[in-house]
Every structure is written in C-alpha cells, then in structure tokens.
C-alpha cells in the first residue's frame, strides 16, 4: 500500500457534507451503508441530514445508486484512471485539454463544478468499490484515488475508503498484517514469512499445485476459484471447516461441521474501517467453534515432534532477499 | 526458584549502586530472601540491572497495523525470526510484527512496555495484539484529550461530569492510564486545522481552550488517583520555536503531577525551519526546579523509520514535507493518527538538531528519576536500537566524534559540545527501569526489593556500550530465564495492567445517547470485555 488518508465511518457520518462512492453500487451491495454511514444521517454537524449532503456516483453504467445522487458521472469504461488524473492536474490548477476531458466521458464544465464543489466542502470522502479496484489497472486505480484524496487536504478536509466485500475478509487482513506484517499471499515455507501476491496467494499456489495439503476456513474456494485449483483442492488432502455444505466442503477429504460466527458462535469481525466488533451469538450451537476446532488441532500437533529439528535452523536471519 | 550470585547489582530503587548481592527467586516469579534448590546463575563480575521498562512506545493497535502495511518494502530487509518449537515466526524492523516485538524487546532487557497511544474505538484490536506479545508485561494508555463527549462537558463547565466520563473511557478501553496528543489539534484538525496556541478557542468551541483541557485533565488523572498522572503529548510538536507553547503548558499544570511525552520534540527554538535550533536548557531548566513532573527522551537516531503519531495535523505537515507516503486515519469521537515513513540524516540540520536535543534533554535535567530513555518508537528511532542511546549518554568522546560529522552550521544551534557529562550504570538503570516504573506508579517493576517482580536482567561486562546493552547475557522475566546467551529459552504470556476507577453509576445512561448520536456501532458492544485480556492484572482505585 502506498499512502491512504481515512477515517473511521462514524467520522463521516458525523461530518461528510460531500460523499463520491466511486466504482460502486452501495444501493444494492451495500444496502444499509446510505442510511447507517453516509447520506441520510443527519448528525450535530449536519442537522438536516440529506439536505446537508451532496452526493456524487461515478460510474460505467446508471445502476440504481444513481437514482440517490445528486450528480452522475458517467465514466467511460477504463477510463478511471484518466479521470483522476485529470482531476489531480485540475485541483492544482494545471492545464488539462479538452481532448483528455472528452476521453474519459466528462464535460470541462462538469469536471470544473466537480472540481468546485470538491474544493468548497468542509469535509470530502470517496468510497471506491470493487468496480474501480477490480478492473483493469486495479492498483494504480486505487492508489490515484488515495492520492487524490491526499492531495486534497491542501485545500480542505478529505478521504477515502475502500468498499470491502462481504464476510470477515478485512479482519483476515488485520490479523495476517499484526502476526507477519503482510495482508495476504505470505508463504512461511522458509521458517519466516514471506510476500508476493501472485506468486504466493491461494489461488496461484493451488494452480501451481505447489502444496500438498489445503486447510479452508470462513471460504469456499470450490465455487470461486479457476478450474486447475479446484481440481488441485480435490487431488490433495483438503480439511474444511464450514457451518454449511459448501462446494468446498464436498470435494474435501475431511469436512468438520461448525458453529457459524456471530450466529451461534462469538468472535470479532472486523469492519471495513477496520474497527472490531464483537460478535455475540443469540443461539446456541452444538458444534464447535472454528476457533476451538483450530485450538485442539494445534494441541494435538505440539504433541508430535517438532519438524525441523532443533538446532537445524539458525533462530534468525538478516538481510534478506 | 533461582538463585543469582556474585553479580554487580544497580538497583535504584533500593539505592543499591553496583554492590555485590545475591538474588533469589521464588517459584511464583518474586525477590524473596532466600531460596533452597533450584538453579544457581553465578554472575560474579556481571552486572545486574532490573528489567528495562518502557514508559512511551507504540507496538500494538490500528496505528501501528496501519504502519506495518505501509511498509513491505521494509519488512523484506530486516531481520527475520525462525519459528521454532517454542518461537512463532516474526519480522524486525521499523514495525515489527508482534511475536517479534516481544523477543526484540526481551532480547535488549526490556519486560514492561506501556503502549501509549489507544483510542477506545479500536481498543479490543490492540489488546487482541497485546496479547500476541510474547514475554513483555503491557500497559496501555487512552486517547482522551480530543474526544468530543467529554470537550463538550468541559466547555460547558460540568467538572464532575467530565472526570465521570474519563473514568468511564478508561474501564471501557480496559486501560491503564489518560495520554492527552495535542489537546484540541486532533478535535480541529477534522475539520483541516489545529491547535497552537494554548489561549485560543478551539475549532468548534466557544470558549474552551487546549491550556483548560491540559489544566482540567490533569486534575481529573489527579482526582481519579491513576496510578501514572496524565501523559500529555503537548501542542504544537516539531514546530521551529515550540518551546514557548511547550514552557506555556507546563504552566497550565503548576500544582499538577504529569507526564510529558518525546519532549525532544517540543523543545525548539528559532522561528523557521532555517532557524531552527535546539531550546532544551530552558525546558530542562524547568524539569529542574519541578520535581512533580516527568518525561521521556523522544531520542532521535539517524537512519530509517516510520512515523506514527495520534497527531494527525503534524503529520500532514510532514506529508508535505518530505512527499512521501502518508497515512490518516481520523477515528470517530475520539482522536485521529497520522503515518509517514520518515530518514533522520545527520546532514539535515533539522534532524541534526533533532538528534542533539534528545541527548541535551537526558543530559541537562539533572535526576535520572526524572527523564527516562525513549525514542517514542518507532518515531524518532526504532526501540532495539535504545543500546545506541545509551553509548551515547555513557561516552562523552563517542558524542563528539558524532557531533564532529555534522554539518558545521550547526554550531550555535545546539548545546552538546559543552556538555561532558556521562551517564553511570547507576544513571542507566534508573533512566530505562526503575525512572520509568516509578513514573508508571508500577511498583513492583524496576525494583530488585523483596516482594517485587522477579524482571531483571544480566550483562556482561564489556568496553563497547552498545554491544553490551544489545546482548545480555541472561534475561529474566518473572523468574523465568527467558534469554540466554542470545538464545530465545521461553516465550511466557506477560500480564496486561489496567486500573478501575470510579464513576458515578449513572454515567452509562448519560453516555448512551450521546455516544448513540455520534457512533456508528452499538453502546453495549463499545466496552472491551475482561474476558479479552490476557491475564488482566486490575488496580481498583480508591472510591470504586
Ligand atoms: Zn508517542
């Protein structure tokens, strides 16, 4: 990650004057986001709520968010980008020709308004979601629009957030980064671990067939991911923790039935501002949690003898590649 | 049990200054007086020192996870740990991971560290990571001096209501102690401005000034009797002149005990960043006649770090400054933090003065009681890199073969070429344990007396400072040897302390509609459960 400028949502309901979801479709993905977080709120800041609000979608197509914005954009499909780059030169003051401007689908006069308004409200947040992150150039995507965001507190208060997809994938990423100091794709197959998406995330170890054992929790790889890792998944010796039957669940060797979280059994999620918050279950469950599940395999596993034996390994290393 | 014997012992707290003594250990981790079996250490013609404490870092929490994701580039050359059977794997570095904080920590001699930046928000997260700390014992401190629910009682002059919702806060975080960062900076600073001046008005208030909140605070620490009085990061930090802000607040708490963060930080003369200098004499000046107050070094180290800071508006500052990464994060309520990876380069002036402020400080005030070893990790230097320090303040000829590769327009900005004075172990010891413990109102830590935690740690004698203070010899954590020979033994849980204070029962009835008006998650999910600390180690406080 390069830099990112955020808050916490309660920050923007309390003070967001100026919303821009980027990307995205919060009216069908993320229902409850207008009215819990963003623009229906009304707060000590903002007393008349809506009113006191605008709101910006930019977009490929007018899916029903539109209907709840006050200014559509209709971005040209990969041309976001482009867009903001335009609008970080225009920020700045910096000449921008007509020619750039009718490449992305805008108009001078929208981008100038935009541009306008963006500068003149007191507090500004972009929402991106999976249509700006996941299309192509996801990563310079993203990180323009958090530099965008960061180049706008030059003028006054702004940020941004990713739109997170659903289940506790955020909190998944919270934990990996505190225990290894990375998000995702980390091999420890050195004693240590190590990062590079791509080469070591799931999905390309499974296609590689680069493991020989898999062991799935709160995922149901078996419906997600491309062919070859399935059919890896099936080949080896796959353990599968789920409440559920799951596409994953039916091509495992083992399949441990378990409570499902926030249902039946406690734990964290996280938010995708990366607050915690505390699941407490309102049923009771007769299995177990995955929690526990996890805690007696380890158990079980410290008994075995260790497998590298002691001394074979030097305790650290530095410098490494 | 263990028995340790024929060591040199500083134990500062017993006024014990390099006497051979014997120390024994029971099997529940405590000095006792004497032991029959168990294992022997002979240390005769080592030194002995308790376990070092650190006053003022940041290791756990949303900051420092933030941190850690905006440095891969970092993580891939630094030291790495190995898991073994006992050790989980871990990286070194600028942010360490946590499994790796507490052998990093451990492997220097340090077993207590106070976290001192928590916003009540995230507060579950950072125990949850507290908690995969190996070895260490933990404080941890709450964000309160931004927080709006309680700047709204005290503009309005409701004192009791103000102190009830402190002492609500802190059970609620689970917390140790009250860390005031730029009192009204980080409430302004929502909407793009800060707090300077310590008599201005704050953004969105009428009348209440960052100087009432620091009064009013401290009072409250004071009236709630926390065992550590209030640890107040002051306005105004890292700007050229900010001494006067800094001699201003300390004014605002006449009467007061406090705690006053990183003060290399906030004590700068000049007017500019050309004519930036060091202004340490006169807030050492100050340290030195005001017995009530303590602080740390904030010691800046040249070389690679990462920044992080509840300040958000200083850390937009430094954005602009350097154009490198920034990272904000602005938490509801409550208070906010800023990230910027950051290089001290003794050819910069700025960071020059910087590097000599921080020695100045723990050099001019006089008592080591006073003025504890830091480098507010990882802001002014990583924490494994704290022996640096130490050879630094023990060997005035090694100060100015570095003061001599600085840039020669530094003369007249700073004071350490006149000054010889070098730190004994004695001196040592009480800057990195038994200052800091106390400070802490820890008692049982810093303290080799009977009855105290068994935390102490074993060095060899050795003419290289740094190397000495890098690689003791053995390192004891409740009795239990955790070090040896550079070797990782044990990786025991550490407790976590945190205090109960007392507030009026009404109190969860005034929070609730306010906190439901300006929250996004559910009041009775908002306090962090007991059951989530790892061995909680609860202070009940007078009143409650
Ligand atoms: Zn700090």
């Known amino acids: 990650m390069g830099g990112k400028v955020t808050c916490t949502l309660g920050e923007v309901k309390q003070r967001a004057d100026f919303i821009v979801y980027w990307g995205g479709n919060p009216a069908e993905c993320h229902p409850r986001h207008f009215t819990k977080y963003t623009i229906m709120q009304k707060s000590k800041f903002l007393p008349r709520g809506r009113k006191d609000r605008t709101m910006v979608l930019v977009d490929i197509r007018e899916t029903k968010s539109a209907k709840a914005a006050d200014i559509f954009l209709q971005v040209k499909p990969g041309k976001d980008f482009e867009l903001i780059t335009i609008l970080r030169a225009l920020i700045k003051d910096q000449h921008v020709g007509d020619e750039q401007i009718a490449e992305t689908g805008m108009t001078r006069a929208g981008l100038d308004d935009l541009v306008h308004r963006m500068k003149s409200c007191k507090f500004g947040v972009f929402f991106f979601g999976m249509g700006l992150s996941m299309t192509r150039g996801k990563h310079m995507n993203s990180a323009a629009l958090l530099t965008l965001a960061a180049e706008m507190n030059a003028f006054t208060k702004f940020v941004a957030m990713p739109m997170r997809g659903h289940g506790n994938v955020t909190g998944a990423d919270v934990i990996m980064r505190w225990q290894t100091g990375y998000p995702f794709g980390i091999t420890f197959n050195r004693g240590y671990p190590r990062y590079n998406p791509g080469e070591f995330s799931t999905v390309d170890v499974l296609v590689r067939g680069d493991c020989d054992a898999a062991f799935i929790i709160g995922a149901d790889p078996g419906a997600t991911m491309p062919q070859p890792a399935i059919d890896h998944l099936a080949r080896i010796p796959t353990i599968c923790l789920d409440p559920h039957v799951t596409h994953t669940s039916r091509l495992a060797r083992v399949h441990i039935t378990t409570a499902a979280q926030g249902i039946s059994a406690p734990g964290t999620a996280y938010r995708m501002d990366e607050l915690p918050l505390p699941l407490k279950p309102a049923l009771k469950s007769p299995y177990p949690s995955d929690e526990e599940v996890v805690r007696r395999i380890n158990e079980a596993i410290a008994k075995k003898p260790f497998w590298l034996p002691d001394g074979s390994q030097p305790q650290v290393v530095t410098a490494i590649g | ?544």
């Not at chain 2, 005001?290 to 800071?309: E, K, M, R, Y």
């Not at chain 2, 550079?486 to 906190?515: C, N, Q």
Request: proline share 6%; aromatic share 8%.
């Open chain 2, 1 to 544: 049990m263990l028995k340790i014997t024929g060591g040199k012992v500083y134990d500062p707290a017993n006024e014990i200054n390099g006497q051979i003594k014997d120390l024994c250990i029971d099997d529940n981790g405590r000095f006792v007086e004497s032991v029959s079996g168990g294992r022997t250490i002979d240390a005769t013609g080592m030194i002995i020192f308790p376990g070092g404490v650190d006053v003022h870092t940041h290791v756990a929490g949303g900051a420092m996870n933030f941190a850690r994701a905006m440095t891969p580039e970092d993580h891939r050359r630094t030291q790495a740990f190995i898991r073994t059977q006992s050790r989980r794997s871990g990286l070194g570095g600028m942010a360490p991971t946590t499994f790796a904080t507490g052998y990093l920590y451990a492997g220097m001699g340090f077993t207590t560290v106070n976290e001192a930046a928590v916003p009540v928000l995230s507060a579950r997260h950072t125990h949850e990571e507290l908690a995969d700390i190996p070895i260490v014992d933990k404080a941890t401190l709450t964000l309160m001096a931004n927080n709006e629910i309680m700047l709204d009682q005290m503009q309005a002059g409701e004192y009791e209501r103000a102190k009830n919702v402190v002492a609500w806060y802190l059970w609620a975080a689970k917390s140790y102690g009250v860390k005031a960062v730029n009192p009204g900076g980080v409430a302004a600073w929502k909407w793009g401005s800060d707090a300077k001046q310590l008599n201005d008005p704050i953004a969105g208030y009428s009348s209440l000034t960052p100087g009432k909140i620091v009064t009013m605070l401290a009072t409250i620490c004071d009236d709630l009797q926390l065992p550590h009085p209030m640890h107040l990061h002051c306005n105004n930090l890292g700007a050229p002149g900010n001494i006067s802000t800094t001699l201003d607040t300390l004014k605002h708490l006449e009467g007061h005990r406090a705690h006053i963060a990183h003060s290399q930080y906030h004590a700068y003369g000049g007017d500019d960043w050309d004519t930036m200098c060091s202004a340490t004499s006169q807030l050492a000046e100050y340290f030195n006649t005001h017995p009530n107050i303590t602080t740390d070094a904030g010691a800046v180290l040249f070389g690679d770090t990462v920044t992080i800071t509840a300040d958000g508006p200083w850390q937009h500052l430094l954005y602009k400054l350097t154009g490198r990464k920034w990272g904000n994060l602005d938490v509801e309520n409550e208070t906010g933090c800023g990230i910027v990876p950051y290089t001290y380069r003794p050819s910069n002036l700025v960071n020059a003065v910087q590097w000599a402020s921080g020695l100045e400080l723990m050099l001019l005030i006089k008592s080591p009681w006073q003025v504890f070893l830091s480098t507010d990790h990882p802001n002014g230097g990583c924490f494994w890199r704290y022996p640096e320090i130490i050879q630094l303040l023990m060997c005035a000829d090694f100060r100015k073969e570095c003061i001599a590769k600085l840039p020669d327009k530094i003369k007249n900005r700073i004071t350490l070429p006149e000054i010889d004075r070098e730190y004994t172990l004695y001196e040592v010891a009480t800057s990195m344990s038994a200052g800091p413990a106390r400070a802490l109102g820890l008692h049982q830590k810093g303290n080799l007396g009977i009855g105290c935690d068994a935390d102490l740690v074993i060095y060899e004698e050795e003419i290289d400072i740094a190397r000495m203070f890098s690689h003791p010899r053995y390192v004891i954590k409740a009795g239990e040897i955790v070090i040896e020979d550079g070797d990782i033994r044990e990786t025991p849980h550490g407790r976590e302390f945190l205090v109960k204070p007392s507030y009026a029962p009404e109190t969860d009835e005034f929070m609730r509609p306010l906190f439901e008006d300006c929250y996004t998650m559910q009041f009775d999910n908002y306090p962090v459960e007991i059951e989530r600390i790892e061995n909680p180690d609860v202070r009940i406080l007078p009143g409650s």
